[in-house]
């Protein structure tokens, strides 16, 4: 595709699932990032990939968060044992250089009954 | 560490006129970039305009053009003739030119006024 493909758009799960949000980036985009964006608020920095680099996850709220990403490309966030404050649009954006603008998807949004 | 700051969480205008959105900054280098995106309701956050720091001339495209002031760490957005399909939530946005994290304000929220 041309652009950012997240999936799904939409996940309602319950309290103490484990999650899985996907992120493809544009081809070629060597830079991801993920990020989380609560009702109203701002985006918050969750973990970012650059190459073959070690990843920066310096965002992440805590252990029950992680994310890979497979052959340089396609990037999956986990969440462990959902809590309510996870609840939240997670976005993912990619990047061609890492000093380049940032390309976003559409996000996912979680809902944690 | 760097921050940035919107204050206006809501701004309204009217269709075809003039609005300014506020962003400041704080940050000890001298070399960085400034963005700002915006966010429809579909969610996907969008590149309005960009802006490096080391040029003086503030960036314009078509409608959107930036005051940047950098002395004053400002960063400004103004929309000439406003249109329904600018109604958004804007982001501010700040990266250092070397390093990989975006620095983003926390919006605001636009509304235009038919």
């Known amino acids: 595709g041309a652009g950012v493909s997240q999936s799904p758009s939409n996940k309602v799960t319950e309290k103490g699932k484990d999650v899985e949000l996907r992120c493809d980036p544009i081809?070629?985009?060597?830079?991801l990032y993920w990020y989380r964006q609560s009702l109203g608020q701002g985006l918050e920095f969750l973990i970012y990939f650059q190459g073959n680099s070690a990843p920066d996850k310096s965002g992440l709220p805590s252990d029950r968060f992680s994310a890979e990403r497979t052959g340089g490309s396609v990037s999956t966030l986990t969440i462990q044992r959902t809590q309510q404050e996870d609840s939240a649009v997670y976005l993912c954006a990619s990047s061609l250089y890492s000093s380049g603008e940032l390309f976003f998807g559409e996000g996912s949004r979680l809902t944690v009954l | 560490a760097q921050t940035v700051t919107q204050s206006q969480p809501e701004m309204s205008v009217q269709e075809a006129e003039t609005v300014t959105l506020s962003c400041t900054y704080d940050?000890?280098?001298?070399?960085?970039?400034l963005f700002w995106y915006k966010q429809p309701p579909s969610r996907q956050m969008i590149l309005v305009i960009r802006q490096e720091a080391y040029k003086q001339q503030n960036a314009t495209e078509n409608r959107f053009s930036v005051n940047f002031q950098k002395a004053a760490k400002s960063f400004s957005l103004k929309i000439s003739d406003s249109q329904l399909g600018d109604a958004a939530m804007y982001f501010c946005?700040?990266?250092?030119?070397?390093?990989?994290?975006?620095?983003f304000g926390t919006g605001t929220s636009l509304t235009v006024i038919p």
């Open positions: 940050t000890s280098e001298s070399d960085y970039y």
């Open positions: 946005a700040y990266r250092r030119n070397t390093g990989n994290q975006f620095y």
């Open positions: 081809s070629g985009h060597t830079a």
